[in-house]
């Protein structure tokens, strides 16, 4: 059985810093892309943050210059940095992974976190 567990969430002023994580755990032969969504109260859950399992990164316009994904394949675990966090950024932070079981088995899936809240607020 996967698990992604997300930790690093919290309140934080505008203009602060946040680095969220996000450990795989489990059954894992391979993990590809490994993304970061947010969704905030009453709206849909968008894509913050894509890196790929080479390390090519993509980034929602909202947050290109202020947040960084990285990725470390040894602890299969994903990070978001977010640096000049503002009021808007607030929202449940979810990662996701895709995910490959078994080496004999080329089936993908993707896994979700349980998500983590962050609130930017003065």
């Known amino acids: 059985q996967v698990q992604l567990v997300e930790s690093g969430g919290g309140l934080v002023q505008p203009g602060g810093s946040l680095r969220l994580s996000c450990a795989a755990s489990?059954?894992?032969?391979?993990?590809?892309?490994m993304d970061w969504y947010r969704q905030a109260p009453g709206k849909q859950r968008e894509l913050v943050a894509d890196?790929?399992?080479?390390?090519?990164?993509t980034y929602a316009e909202s947050v290109k210059g202020r947040f960084t994904t990285s990725r470390d394949n040894a602890k299969k675990t994903v990070y978001l940095q977010m640096n000049n966090l503002k009021p808007e950024d607030t929202a449940v932070y979810y990662c996701?992974?895709?995910?490959?079981?078994?080496?004999?088995?080329?089936?993908?899936?993707?896994?979700w976190g349980q998500g983590t809240q962050v609130t930017v607020s003065s």
């Open positions: 489990g059954s894992i032969f391979s993990i590809n892309n």
């Open positions: 890196i790929t399992s080479g390390g090519t990164t």
């Open positions: 996701k992974a895709e995910i490959q079981a078994y080496p004999l088995i080329k089936i993908k899936r993707d896994y």
